[in-house]
């Protein structure tokens, strides 16, 4: 469904509620000209197109990443969107890390701030997904761990492994044209040394990188599904994941999964409609 006013001197205000697939629609709005997306509550993602801007041909970008999404169009307040986005952008503090564009980095301790230029993954601190996994894994890594992030986006859970004292990480992203963002999230926060960003499918990478003892996964439910096994395989003896990108109200069904899998769940973190937790084998 659709709701789109006229305006051909104004700004397109974009608020989309992604059914399937919120990194597929993020991409979608990047791909058609977005400078910056908002996470707005309950998932919503809010954007802003300059005048002239073919709307319909947005609308088809985002129908074609996720079919089920909720797509309004409207007229926007007049105020330079290329520059007024970053005001709705937030330092997030998590635990002893914080996530923060670099407009931001400023106000927090510049070897627990994970600096992040807001680009095309998701990754800024934004998302209640990223949020959960950055809690979860503080209660779990281990100096000098091998860390693997899955869907690493922006790079910020490797961002945030390194920083919590992980010896390797191993990035892996599917989605080409994230990986440049993903290496220069990486090369400003100084841990290259440490994280390397990797192109390709998890579960054919994930076995390359293997023995690891921790696994980030911040993914749609039915992805983590078929992942679990393979994550199995690569984790040591006392190894341990996260996952996130699940629904709250998918929460029994993927306890239910990750049991069959011969894993038990350790901690959870809940925020809005979404639900994270680590987890090790039973």
């Known amino acids: 469904m659709s709701h789109i006013e006229g305006g051909a001197e ?3 205000a974009v608020r989309v509620r992604p059914q399937a697939s919120p ?5 979608a709005l990047f791909a058609a000209g977005s400078q910056g997306v908002q996470q707005e509550a309950g998932g919503t993602l809010l954007t802003h197109f300059p005048p002239g801007t073919d709307v319909d041909a947005v609308r088809a970008g985002i129908d074609a990443a996720d079919a089920g999404a909720d ?3 409207s007229v ?3 105020v330079d969107w290329t520059e007024a986005w970053k005001d709705r952008v937030r330092a997030h503090p998590l635990g002893d890390l914080t996530v923060a564009p670099p407009w931001l980095a400023h106000r927090s301790d510049p070897l627990r701030t994970i600096v992040i230029e807001p680009g095309m993954a998701f990754g800024t601190g ?3 997904t990223t949020r959960g996994v950055v809690r979860l894994m503080q209660r779990l890594l281990r100096p000098g761990d091998v860390v693997a992030d899955l869907g690493a986006g922006s790079a910020v859970l490797s961002i945030a492994a390194a920083k919590l004292g992980a010896r390797r990480v191993a990035a892996i992203e599917l989605d080409e044209e994230a990986i440049g963002n993903a290496e220069e999230n990486v090369a400003r926060n100084g841990v290259a040394d440490r994280v390397t960003v990797i192109h390709g ?3 054919d990478l994930l076995p390359l990188a293997a023995p690891v003892r921790v696994v980030l996964a911040n993914i749609i439910s039915s ?3 078929e992942l679990l096994p393979t994550v199995a395989g690569a984790l040591t003896s006392d190894g341990e994941a996260v996952l996130s990108g699940i629904l709250a109200e998918e929460r029994a069904h993927m306890s239910a999964v990750i049991e069959a899998q011969g894993f038990r769940v350790t901690a959870e973190d809940h925020e809005d409609i979404w639900w994270s937790a680590s987890i090790a084998r039973a």
């Open 10 to 12: 104004r700004w397109h």
């Open 126 to 128: 934004e998302h209640p």
């Open 23 to 27: 990194d597929a629609v993020l991409a």
């Open 223 to 225: 992805v983590l599904t």
């Open 71 to 73: 797509v309004e169009v």
């Open 76 to 78: 926007a307040e007049a």
């Open 201 to 203: 499918h998890a579960a």
